[in-house]
Structures are given as structure tokens and as C-alpha cells.
């Protein structure tokens, strides 16, 4: 009798230190990211915000087997399961951390209940339960600075906040180039009379080969952001690249396009608050995802989610664009979000299976995005009310993917669905733009097929269609079915025809195998429009040869990793105020 009491604290004990080794595991990897950084470890740094990610979803899966074998028969009795979710509740009242500990034990539920429900409002943390902030820090998690007179005697306190093992390579030019950044900036935007406050945060930021150093500048109304990257130097030294004080280029820097950021937290929601103040216009799931919380940043998405269905009473519908082949793609036009659910069956010519499928986007979640690359949530049993689907899109789901989902009652439930962010189809873009819109977008999308190429990642399709336009106006791939590996494929020239008969044959008269890309037929597919394909020969004339494909191939072969900035080269202090010439663009380096 006695240990039938016990079974639920037992439970909840098990669950409570499963979470306090993965989170014990989870700074351990993000506290050795200055470390590799000095190092210049940046294979290192892919490595471990890769094992990161999988690390959480390793440590759910043994935590419910290990949770399911010890409670044996009694795993669906309900009553344990609500005193263990009280018991869970208790103990993690104060934690620094209790956001991540609910979201945690959330995991643990579904995962021991997969393919049973979606949600359960009373055994699970979940919207009216769980909260948004644990407490305030009774040591502020920010360095403090009032900056007067010259700024100088600010500034060089503030680099004394953060040793780094390796010494910049000229201090003082760099302290030059910061005083002229921000006295720049005060002249157009200070208010003399009031006092300048500069609030840093302690733990710096560590992605790819760059350090970054965040934080706000305070004076009167909206706080301004404050980010100084650091580089490794062409000497040996550190180098301060750049200051950036404007929400769009921070917003770029910390986008749900990119790998999430190392950076060492004790209370989470209070450095996603401290975010939040300099970009306001993301929301908390995206901030909670930038700096590596990413399946807490999808649970306060859900519960957003769910709020704006009750405040809201429109359908959801197809979004613009062309119809996918490989996904039912829809979404509701109150909110900034597509829904994606893969078909049953695809048309020719894709020849890819549902578990192709599920590796790219796994793939594409572990990858550095490097700014070109939509994030996605992947949802299993998703209930949507049924009256929400307009009639066309529940057609669809029931023809194209029936498979997937399921009705119960007055919901629709989705088994596999991902949820990214919504952006306006490239090619639909393009209808509308003005010519130099359209020369913009066209050589963004042209980057973004060369920085992906940057991190060994090749499109596949890269049609129009499959690429959108975000707010700030950067191209982005989201359709990931036919993503592969750049070194895996042989960037060829097509041979020279033998004779008259080989040009005027229906079939190629060259061999083509499985892997062989062409890179000179690019210009006959991927941009119809005749103006808009002159803009993408003129600015990106190297991508249909194979040459620079073959280039970027051997910078992987060789082990090298490309250096691509996500915030534009022109922010560059040495370009800026020391007279160097901005450097090309970076597959002209990579020689």
C-alpha cells in the first residue's frame, strides 16, 4: 500500500532528474563555445549546436522508456498521472529554469502517449497553467554603463566586461572605429540633457566564427539595440567588425532562418525579455528558438497559437502561389504561419517517399541555415475545430492526405504537420514588384542559392515557386524534398553535340546520371521572365557554369568552412571608416 503512494512522486521524480541532467548537459556543450571559438574550432561549434538539438529529443526518448517500464500496467491510469503532474509542479516552483522543466515534462507525456491524443489541459503544463516568466535575477543578468562626455572611458570598460584568451589585434583602432559608430548614431538620434545607458548582457553570443556582445541602448522611450560582433582577424588577433544599432539588422542577425546561438543562460525568460526590448517585433516562440530553447520556443507558439484561435473567427484557406506536389500547404490568414502536411502520394516527377521527406527537414533543422532556410515546428496529433478548415482544404487534406489526418467529432486532427513562418512566394512576388524590386529580390535569390552552396547544401528544385520573400525583404528556400548534400552531386559541362542530328534528337545524346546537374541549363528554367533573367545573368553570372559549383565543392572536400556574414558587408568598420575595399562576395574566396 505504501509503495502504491509512492508510485506518483517516483514518477515525478524520475521525469524531474531526466531534466536536471539534460539541462545540466545542455550548458555543459554551450559553455565550451568560447573555448572552440578562441580556437577557431568552428567545426567544433557546427558539432556542438547539432548535439544540442539532438540532445533533447535522445534524452525524452529514454526518460519515457525507462518512465513506461517503471510504471508498467498502470501507464494509462489517469489519476497517477494528475498527481504526478502535481507532484512535478511542486518541485520545480523555483526553478530558474521552470519554463524548460514544464516543456520538458510536456515531451515525456506526448511521447508516452504518442499517436493517442494532442493535448491534455489537465496532465499537462499547457495555456493557463504553465507561465511565461520564472522570476527576476537577483543579480541583474546585464552589465550597467552610463556613457558621458566622450564615450570613450565607457567603451574601454566595457570590452575590460569580456576577457577573451586571445588579444585583439589593435584595440585602440577598433575603440576608434566604436566612438565614431555611436557618435554618429547620438548625433542623429540622442536627446541632450538625458543620460545614455548602456545595458549589456553578461553572456555572450557564439555562432558559426563570430562572438557577439548584446545589448541596448537606454535613454528616454524604445531601447535601441547594441550588437558588436567579433571576429578572428586576418593577424592572428581579435577584430570588433561591426556596430549595429538598428532593429532590422539585429532582427536579420537573431532570424528563425539561422542556426540557433550558444550563448549560456540561467534565467531564460529574462534574456528573452531583454531581447524582446530591442525587437519587438518577434514573437517569444522565435526568441526562445535564436538562443537554443527551440522546443520551449514551440510550446509558447502553441500557446499563442491556441489564443489567437479563440480571438479570432476566420478560416483557413490556401495561401497564394502555386499548389505543392509533395505538400497540402494552408494556412489562416490572421496569422503569419503556413501549415504543411505531406502527401500520400506524389505526382512525377518527384520520386521522394514521407520518410525522405521527414530526414530533409530533420536534416535542415540540425544544418546551419545560414540565413536561407525557413525553421519549421513539426506538430504530431494537432487538433484544429473543424469549423475553422474552409471546405476546399479539407477536400484536399481528405484526398491528397488522408493518411494524415483524422476526424474526430468537431476536430481535425493533424498526425504530422510543419508550421513555418509565411512569407510571399518569390514568383508571386515578381508579378507585382517594380524593376528595382525585382533586380533586389532576383539577386537575393541568386545569394541565397550561394550561401546555401556556402554550407554544402544544394537545392534541388530551385524554381521560383519554392522560395519566399520575408519581411525584411531576404529570399528564403522553404520547399526542402529535394535537398541534398553539394559534394554529392557532379557539376558538369554538357559536352559538345558530334553532330547535327545530336542537337535535334528528343533525349539528350550525352549520358546524364542519377547525381548530374547542369548547370548551363539553369537559364531555360529558372526564370521565365526574359528582364528578370538578365538581372540574375548580369549579378550572378558564375552559377551557370561549373566552375564555381566544383569551387564550392572543394572547400568542403577540403574540410574549410565559407564565412558567410548575416549582416551586410558595408556595416564592416574597415569598410566603413578604414578605407579597405569591401571584400567580395564570398564564393570569389574561396580558391
Not at 478560416?315 to 503556413?338: A, E
Not at 505526382?347 to 532556410?373: A, C, I, S, W
Not at 513539426?378 to 478548415?389: E, K, W
Amino acid at each position: 500500500m505504501v509503495f502504491e503512494k509512492l508510485i506518483p512522486y517516483e514518477a515525478a521524480y524520475l521525469v524531474l532528474e531526466a531534466y536536471i541532467g539534460y539541462h545540466g548537459r545542455y550548458k555543459r556543450i554551450t559553455k565550451r563555445a568560447q573555448i572552440r571559438f578562441e580556437q577557431k574550432d568552428w567545426h567544433g561549434i557546427q558539432e556542438a549546436a547539432r548535439q544540442r538539438i539532438s540532445l533533447y529529443k535522445e534524452l525524452v526518448g529514454e526518460t519515457t522508456e525507462r518512465l513506461l517500464e517503471f510504471l508498467n500496467d498502470r501507464a494509462g491510469d489517469r489519476e497517477l498521472w494528475l498527481r504526478m503532474r502535481y507532484h512535478f509542479a511542486e518541485e520545480i516552483a523555483n526553478f530558474n529554469t521552470r519554463n524548460i522543466a514544464e516543456s520538458f515534462y510536456n515531451s515525456v507525456f506526448r511521447h508516452a502517449h504518442q499517436g493517442k491524443l494532442g493535448k491534455d489541459d489537465e496532465l499537462m503544463f499547457v495555456q493557463g497553467q504553465g507561465t511565461y516568466r520564472e522570476f527576476k535575477s537577483t543579480v541583474p543578468i546585464y552589465h550597467s554603463l552610463y556613457l558621458t562626455g566622450t564615450y570613450e572611458l565607457g567603451l574601454q570598460q566595457m570590452l575590460d566586461y569580456y576577457p577573451f584568451d586571445i588579444p585583439f589585434e589593435d584595440k585602440e583602432r577598433d575603440l576608434g572605429y566604436l566612438l565614431r559608430a555611436l557618435r554618429e548614431w547620438a548625433a542623429a538620434h540622442a536627446v541632450d540633457g538625458f543620460p545614455l545607458q548602456l545595458q549589456l548582457l553578461k553572456s555572450v553570443f557564439y555562432r558559426n566564427k563570430a562572438a557577439y556582445i548584446v545589448g541596448r541602448l537606454v535613454q528616454h522611450g524604445k531601447p535601441v539595440p547594441f550588437v558588436m560582433p567579433i571576429l578572428h582577424g586576418k593577424n592572428g588577433g581579435l577584430i570588433i567588425d561591426a556596430l549595429l544599432l538598428h532593429e532590422q539588422e539585429v532582427s536579420t542577425i537573431f532570424s528563425y532562418n539561422r542556426a540557433y546561438f550558444l550563448v549560456d543562460v540561467d534565467i531564460v525568460s529574462e534574456m528573452v525579455d531583454f531581447l524582446r526590448s530591442v525587437m519587438p517585433t518577434k514573437s517569444l516562440g522565435e526568441l526562445y528558438n535564436s538562443i537554443g530553447f527551440e522546443k520551449h520556443g514551440k510550446t509558447v507558439f502553441y500557446r499563442d497559437f491556441e489564443r489567437h484561435l479563440d480571438q479570432t473567427m476566420d478560416r483557413f484557406t490556401f495561401p497564394v502561389g502555386i499548389r505543392g506536389m509533395v505538400m497540402t500547404v494552408f494556412s489562416l490568414p490572421s496569422h503569419p504561419t503556413v501549415f504543411k502536411v505531406i502527401k500520400d502520394k506524389f505526382k512525377p516527377p518527384k520520386q521522394v517517399t514521407f520518410q525522405e521527406v521527414v530526414k530533409r527537414y530533420e536534416l535542415v533543422n540540425k544544418h546551419d541555415r545560414v540565413g536561407r532556410m525557413a525553421d519549421s515546428y513539426l506538430f504530431q496529433q494537432l487538433s484544429i475545430p473543424l469549423r475553422r478548415i474552409a471546405q476546399d482544404v479539407l477536400e484536399e487534406l481528405k484526398t491528397e492526405c488522408a493518411s494524415q489526418i483524422e476526424i474526430r467529432k468537431d476536430t481535425l486532427i493533424l498526425k504530422h504537420c510543419y508550421i513555418e513562418k509565411r512569407m510571399i512566394p518569390l514568383d508571386v512576388y515578381l508579378q507585382t514588384a517594380t524593376s528595382t524590386e525585382a533586380r533586389e529580390a532576383i539577386n537575393e535569390y541568386g545569394k541565397a542559392i550561394k550561401e546555401m552552396a556556402a554550407v554544402n547544401i544544394f537545392p534541388g528544385d530551385m524554381l521560383l515557386k519554392n522560395f519566399g520573400v520575408t519581411r525584411l525583404r531576404r529570399v528564403v528556400f522553404y520547399d526542402y524534398d529535394e535537398i541534398g548534400f553539394l559534394t554529392d552531386y557532379k557539376f558538369r559541362r554538357i559536352p559538345a553535340p558530334k553532330d547535327p542530328w545530336d542537337e535535334m534528337a528528343a533525349e539528350p545524346y550525352y549520358h546524364v546520371g542519377p547525381n548530374d546537374i547542369f548547370p548551363e541549363e539553369f537559364p531555360r528554367f529558372l526564370v521565365a521572365n526574359e528582364e528578370h533573367r538578365s538581372y540574375l545573368m548580369e549579378l550572378h553570372p558564375d552559377l551557370f557554369g561549373p566552375d564555381f559549383w566544383k569551387r564550392v565543392q572543394g572547400l568542403h572536400l577540403r574540410g574549410e568552412i565559407a564565412t558567410v556574414y548575416p549582416y551586410r558587408r558595408r556595416r564592416a568598420f574597415r569598410h566603413r571608416y578604414g578605407g579597405e575595399p569591401r571584400e567580395p562576395y564570398f564564393v570569389d574566396n574561396l580558391k
